[in-house]
Every structure is written in C-alpha cells, then in structure tokens.
C-alpha cells in the first residue's frame, strides 16, 4: 500500500518510524517546509513533496495526518474528497470538523481518529482485568499527568512550538487524550467540572493545569489532573474498584493489582519496548500497534477501528464545556 505522511514533524517522523518497522508498504511524505522535508527524505529513505498535490499525484492509497491540530481539517477534507481512507493525530481543535464528518460519511471512506492510548498494553489489562471482575465494580479514579513544557522537545525552543498557542495549547492537548482511553474503560462522559488556568511562569499565553472531576454513564467517578509544570514527568492512575485497587504507572511500566484479602500486589509489567535502529524505543509500542490497527481498519473497514470521528468530536466538546464552566464557574454536562 503507499501511504502518505502528511507534515514530517516529530509526529510525522515517528508515523514514518512506525510504518518503515511493520514493513510491507511504500511510504512518502508531504512537508511544506522545505528544509526540513529535505532533512525526513535524507534520514528516512523517502521521497518527500512540498505540495499536497504533488503529493496526492504521487498516488497514495491512505493518508496519516501528522500536522499541528489547526490543519488537520484541511487535510482530511482533501482525503475525504479523493476518496482516501485518513488517520488523524490527536487534536483539540473542532473547528471544520464537522464539515469533516460529514464528507467522509459522504465519501465512505475509513476514518480513523488517533486514540493511541488505547493501543497502550496496559490500557489492554485494565480493560481486561475489570472485565473479569478482578476488582470488583468499579467505582472511582484518580489520574495525573504532567511533564515540564521544555522537556516536551528538548531541542527546539518550547515558546515556537505550536503547544505554546492558546488554542493548541499543551495542557489542552492532553486532556481529549486522556478522555479517549477513560471514555474507552468507563463509557461515555455524564458530567464534567473543573479549573483550567495559568499558574507557572513558562512565557506561553496557555493554561498549564486542568484540575477537572469526571462522571461517566457507568456510575465510575473521578479526578484528573492534567499539567505541563511537573518535573519529573509522572502519569499516574488508580482505579477503585469494590473489591480492590488497579494502578497504572507508567514511568515504573507496570499495572499494579490489589484484590481484597490478597496478601500483596500483582504486576503486570508492560511488553519489552520495541528494538529500532538506534537502540530501544521505549514508548513506540503503542504507535507502532495504532498504526497496525489503522492498516487493518482500512482492510476491514470503519468498524474496525475503536474510535469514531463523532465520537472523537465529543469529547472535544467536552473540553471545550470544560473550559466555559471553569470561566462562568457553573457545573457542566456534555452533550
């Protein structure tokens, strides 16, 4: 299959990364800028176009969607209207999504909205281990995560990347992030309150800590804490269930499990990381088994895939109901 790598930054690198390891597909990339298009094609082998159309001439027969947030709707408008199965990274803007929706329905082409979380082998246990009822009912949650904005791309300067925008702002990236695997143990979003404000001094006209509480149809409650001051970098989750305790901790690669009356926790550790040319890549299992399942998807089609544009476009909505409460002070519910 040839597949086309819309915009070849650290996303798009690594979405080239992953297509290059599970193997078997021709792979090309589109960069508007010149310099660093040039650079992809030289480190990664491929042939690299300045212009969409250029790159739609070269004949791709599926789209991955790699650009800054602001761009993703123009994009995935082209692949609609060529009739070209897309994926698209995670985003928190809505704007022309709609208009998106609706032509891929039109067109019928597979759509697949990121949800890279749920590809995570530890999102895998959690959902396996409350289905086999190893806590009980669940109940309730506590989930943080935060990482130092500098410490996002060590090697550009944060206040020029596009997360340190209003709109595309870090923080505010990672809360839809975040609800997409939440949504995907606990069911949809009921209600949801909070605080999102400005509270460090990294010079970006952003919030830097969301501070919500969650309610999902399923009765499951909680906190969620979401922030780019940390330093070290923590993602911590604790789910409570009736009959015991499930903690994903990242940093440490492991789910931990607690059953009442158990003498002491149960590991899950995660999978060994995946090898690539230049040593162990230890966060690339889950992009490289999204980009799997994206393949998949387009053979087998929309079904297929875990997560759809309407759905995905929810929980935008969510953050953006978020964000009106924490401004008016007013609980909230999405819809």
Not at 87 to 92: D, I, L, Y
Not at 142 to 166: C, I, M, N, S
Not at 182 to 189: I, Q, S
Request: with cysteine; proline share 6%; glycine share 10%.
């Amino acid at each position: 299959m040839r597949i086309l790598v819309v915009g070849l930054g650290s996303m798009g690198r690594r979405r080239v990364r992953n297509l290059t390891h599970l193997g078997g597909h021709e792979i090309a990339g589109f960069e508007p800028q010149v310099e660093r298009g040039r650079t992809v094609a030289e480190e990664a082998g491929i042939e690299v176009f300045s212009t969409l159309d250029d790159g739609l001439a070269w004949g791709p027969e599926a789209l991955v969607i790699s650009t800054p947030p602001d761009h993703h709707a123009e994009y995935a408008l082209a692949a609609s209207r060529a009739g070209l199965p897309f994926f698209t990274e995670a985003s928190v803007v809505t704007t022309g999504m709609e208009e998106v929706i609706a032509e891929a329905r039109k067109s019928g082409v597979v759509a697949a909205p990121s949800c890279t979380m749920r590809f995570h082998p530890a999102f895998g246990v959690l959902r396996r281990r409350i289905e086999e009822g190893a806590i009980g009912k669940p109940l309730a949650f506590t989930h943080h995560v935060g990482q130092y904005l500098p410490d996002w791309h060590p090697w550009e300067d944060y206040r020029t990347f596009y997360v340190a925008k209003r709109e595309t702002g870090a923080a505010r990236e990672i809360v839809p992030f975040e609800l997409n695997w939440l949504t995907g143990l606990f069911g949809d979003l009921v209600e949801l309150n909070g605080f999102a404000t400005k509270l460090s001094s990294l010079e970006a006209d952003i919030d830097d800590i969301y501070s919500t509480l969650l309610a999902f149809d399923s009765g499951v409650q909680g906190s969620m804490v979401i922030e780019v001051i940390s330093r070290p970098a923590i993602r911590l989750a604790r789910i409570i269930g009736e009959e015991g305790t499930l903690c994903w901790d990242w940093s440490a690669r492991r789910v931990l499990e607690y059953r009442a009356g158990a003498e002491d926790w149960v590991e899950h550790p995660d999978p060994p990381p995946v090898k690539g040319p230049g040593g162990e890549w230890v966060a690339e299992n889950m992009y490289i088994e999204e980009m799997a399942g994206y393949l998949r998807a387009i053979e087998q089609g929309q079904d297929a895939w875990p997560l759809s544009l309407e759905a995905d476009h929810r929980l935008l909505r969510a953050l953006e109901e978020l964000e009106a409460a924490s401004v008016e002070n007013r609980r909230s519910f999405p819809k």
